[in-house]
């Protein structure tokens, strides 16, 4: 479920000496499989373990993870490394904002996740997102640009050379293009 490297561990179990006995980590997610999903990292102490979580063991210590979190840390993984900037604690759940689906799950279901998971957070840096409206019978995704993506005089080119460069890649035989319902309108939201 989760994977921590080793220099992560030896964090935590420097982090857990200055702690309880027994006291555990807990992995988290707030709001997950919503676009403002937040991880975290904190202290558990044996007394905050619910029978629904799930305890997964490490060298020296524990991560406890509740049940609501669970499935959107599927994939995760936690690193500490080190840099010219110091040190740092990075975990990444590329889960957390929309759960995993089945390899057999219903194409609209896969498109979905990998709009939540791939490309919105690609387009938040310029203040945009996009929702999929539907998959017409002619197998063509149909989107839906919204914040900074609408009336963005880029969007023609991230939906040509990005979007659908790289569904109709991952879903090669399902989708056969990628169609802009969008009405865009150019404004002080847009990005240029």
Excluded: W
């Excluded at 979580?53 to 406890?64: I, P």
């Excluded at 929309?98 to 939540?116: F, G, Q």
């Excluded at 989107?143 to 879903?171: P, R």
């Amino acid at each position: 479920m989760i994977s921590i490297s080793e220099t992560a561990e030896s964090h935590f179990k420097k982090l857990l000496e200055n702690q309880d006995a027994n006291t555990s980590i807990r992995v988290f997610v707030v709001n997950p499989g919503t676009p403002s999903a937040e991880c975290g990292v904190s202290y558990c102490p044996a007394d905050a373990v619910e029978d629904s979580d799930t305890v997964l063991k490490f060298s020296g210590f524990d991560a406890v993870i509740d049940l609501e979190s669970a499935p959107f840390l599927e994939e995760a993984e936690i690193d500490f490394v080190t840099d010219q900037m110091g040190s740092q604690l990075t975990l990444k759940a590329p889960n957390a904002k929309a759960r995993k689906v089945a390899e057999d799950a219903p194409l609209t279901e896969r498109v979905s996740y990998m709009i939540e998971a791939e490309i919105n957070p690609q387009l938040a840096s310029h203040g945009g997102k996009v929702m999929l409206v539907e998959i017409t019978d002619e197998k063509v995704a149909v989107l839906q640009f919204a914040g900074g993506c609408n009336g963005c005089s880029q969007v023609d080119l991230t939906l040509k050379d990005g979007i659908e460069k790289q569904m109709l890649e991952q879903f090669s035989g399902e989708l056969t293009g990628v169609k802009d319902a969008t009405e865009h309108e150019a404004g002080d939201h847009s990005y240029y």
